[in-house]
């Protein structure tokens, strides 16, 4: 028999790096859960993302134990890798930060193309595109689909 779903929990904490302090600890311990038997298997599946920032999505079970998907990481924080910048811009329409080229925008959209509401590589690295024009990144060259 299936465990019944009480709730979820969706949180985003750097790979390797989960510890019970502030925003772990207190988001597990108001659901009643195990901080210390998250954190540990946390570390262990994200070795491989030592300090990439990593959303989890927590089921949680009403006898208060769990299971958790690993998610790939954000577009706007794989941008600021690739542009080499601390964060985006505060007024993206005017002031632009930095760029990326078309090359950088599909190794993005290939990694998030599993989280990514897409078909095909050329909509994600559209959508990729579009987060790194709200960011204030110029996205150099010319788009691959327009050759």
């Given at each position: ?91 993206p329409n005017r002031i632009k930060i930095g760029s990326v080229n078309w090359d950088q925008i599909k190794a993005i959209a290939e990694t ?36």
């Open positions: 028999m299936a465990k019944e779903i009480s709730g979820y929990l969706k949180l985003q904490v750097k790979g390797g790096q989960a510890n019970p302090s502030p925003p772990v600890g207190p988001a597990l311990g108001s659901k009643g859960l195990n901080i210390m038997d998250f954190c540990k298997q946390f570390n262990a599946r994200t070795q491989d993302k030592q300090g990439q920032v990593v959303p989890v999505l927590l089921t949680i079970y009403t006898d208060k134990s769990f299971d958790f998907v690993i998610k790939t990481p954000p577009a706007a924080v794989m941008l600021l890798e690739a542009s080499k910048k601390k964060s985006g811009s505060a007024e998030k193309m599993t989280d990514l509401n897409a078909f095909t590589v050329e909509s994600a690295m559209k959508m990729v595109a579009g987060t790194a024009r709200s960011m204030g990144i110029n996205v150099t060259g010319a788009a691959p689909w327009k050759n």
